[in-house]
């Protein structure tokens, strides 16, 4: 597959829920991933990069168009709403200039139809329905070297999302007891299902564990999708190297959004803005740069900048909210992106801005019609606004903003200008506040119960 073109191959491994700091690479005690810790030796790795939007579409569509969910609209999962026709996604540009494009990926077959953009700019849209309890990873990992194998001529552009370790947890052996240690979790199930009975109850019981009981072993069984998920990547790496392409391929590997356990008192999911969800694993090795570590505010609005800047794509016609890290890794400059806005509108509504130092949570706890917009468990919100000294308190449990109202003025001065700003940007009112909630707690009870 070593190409004659000037351009690099772009091989994009996306790994749905993927939490960075269950990773050996950003300091996990366990082994669950030895294939990416190898690659982050060879990789930049991005230790403070966050999600503009959560969970799943939100995220890769900012991944896919430098763009804010703020400025596309696309602000929750399976929402309303479709991304506009003149914005251009990565696959767009890169196949005009001569790529041969693939996608695997179920975000169009499985989205109820309304994921439909992330099919445009595919030569091959390999779509599936996500199936757990399996090894479809490793099934989807064989179409992707099908197409690393079969181009030889053209660039490639692959975009490879695979859903391991998103719930339901179900890892095959023996990964499913690799990492099991009993009892060790700080969190009793029985606690746990009190939170909103009826959800954990059908949750949980849905994965059909071994041990229900035991939160030690729900988190074993992520870890053990992890590694799982882990072992494709390597796979990848190894096609790529074999084939003699490893030197014109870009690898970015990395996560939509986190997972929770415990944080905000969710479980198992990943809602909420806390870092626990919106800080992802990114690992970017580019051909030509040396590795390293970066420690810089990164979100994804910036990926698409500097990947088209890294293959010479033109910019699409109008200002994008991300820009390109390549005069970070260059060592031109030393300076980023002040703050991250991370927005959430799927199962409730938030906005979050994040500085290295600090983060500001925004509750929203109405639409533009005054309606309520519940949390996460379906009860009403809160609509104090929590703030978080990161230094001193990196697991966000103490909300200091009754302590620190000079710091909650201006951050929440910050975040109301950016809100302006993306106003005044589209012409449209505040897109989580018009669009509400696409799946409220009743709406998911409702097609949870459906599956059983
Ligand atoms: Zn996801």
């Known amino acids: 597959m070593t190409n004659n073109n000037t351009r690099p191959n772009i091989i994009i491994v996306a790994l749905d829920s993927l939490r960075a700091d269950h990773l050996g690479c950003y300091g996990y005690h366990l082994n669950t991933s030895p294939e990416m810790d190898a690659l982050g030796q060879e990789s930049v790795v991005f230790d403070a990069a966050f999600a503009a939007g959560i969970p799943t579409m939100p995220s890769f569509t ?4 430098g763009l804010h969910p703020y400025r596309t609209g696309i602000v929750s999962h399976i929402g309303q709403r ?19 494009t693939v996608g695997i990926d179920n975000l169009v077959v499985q989205g109820e139809g309304r994921g439909s953009w992330f099919a445009r700019g595919y030569d091959h849209y390999s779509g599936y329905l996500y199936r757990p309890f399996g090894d479809q990873d490793a099934r989807l990992t064989d179409r992707a070297l099908d197409y690393i194998e079969e181009y030889t001529d053209a660039p490639l552009f692959l975009f490879l999302h695979l859903w391991s370790p998103h719930t339901p947890y179900g890892p095959q052996p023996p990964n499913d007891t690799r990492f099991y240690e009993p009892g060790s979790a700080p969190y009793d199930m029985a606690e ?12 949980v019981n849905d994965m059909k564990l071994a041990h229900p009981e035991d939160y030690a072993y729900l988190v074993a069984q992520y870890d053990g999708e992890i590694a799982q998920a882990d072992a494709q990547v390597g796979r990848i790496v190894r096609a790529l190297k074999q084939r003699g392409a490893w030197d014109d391929s870009v690898l970015l590997v990395l996560s939509d959004h986190g997972e929770c356990f415990g944080e905000g008192g969710f479980h198992f999911d990943h809602h909420g803005l806390y870092d626990a969800v919106t800080r992802i694993a990114m690992l970017m090795r580019l051909p030509g740069r040396g590795p390293g570590r970066c420690g810089a505010l990164v979100s994804t609005e910036d990926i698409f900048p500097t990947l088209t800047a890294v293959a010479d794509l033109p910019a699409p016609p109008y200002p994008l909210t991300g820009t390109s890290l390549l005069p970070l890794l260059d060592g031109k400059t030393a300076e980023t992106r002040p703050y991250v806005v991370s927005a959430e509108s799927t199962r409730q509504a938030s906005l979050a801005l994040r ?7 925004l509750p929203f706890t109405e639409d533009s019609t005054g309606a309520p917009l519940p949390d996460f468990y379906g009860r009403p919100r809160d609509p104090a606004p929590l703030l978080f000294d990161l230094r001193a308190d990196p697991d966000e449990e103490h909300d200091i903003a009754d302590d620190a109202s000079d710091k909650l003025a201006e951050l929440m001065g910050m975040l109301h200008t950016w809100r302006m700003e993306m106003a005044e940007a ?11 909630l696409s799946l409220s707690f009743d709406r998911f009870m409702e097609r949870l119960l459906a599956r059983r």
Do not use: C, M, N
Request: zero cysteines; hydrophobic letters at 30%.
């Open 426 to 436: 589209t012409g449209e009112p505040d897109p989580i506040q018009a669009q509400g």
């Open 62 to 65: 900012t991944l896919l168009t």
């Open 355 to 361: 500085t290295l130092e600090h983060k500001l949570v």
């Open 192 to 203: 746990v299902r009190k939170l909103q009975p009826d959800y954990y109850e059908s949750f």
């Open 82 to 100: 479709r991304l506009a026709e003149h914005v251009q996604t990565l696959p767009e540009l890169a196949r005009e200039r001569g790529y041969v």
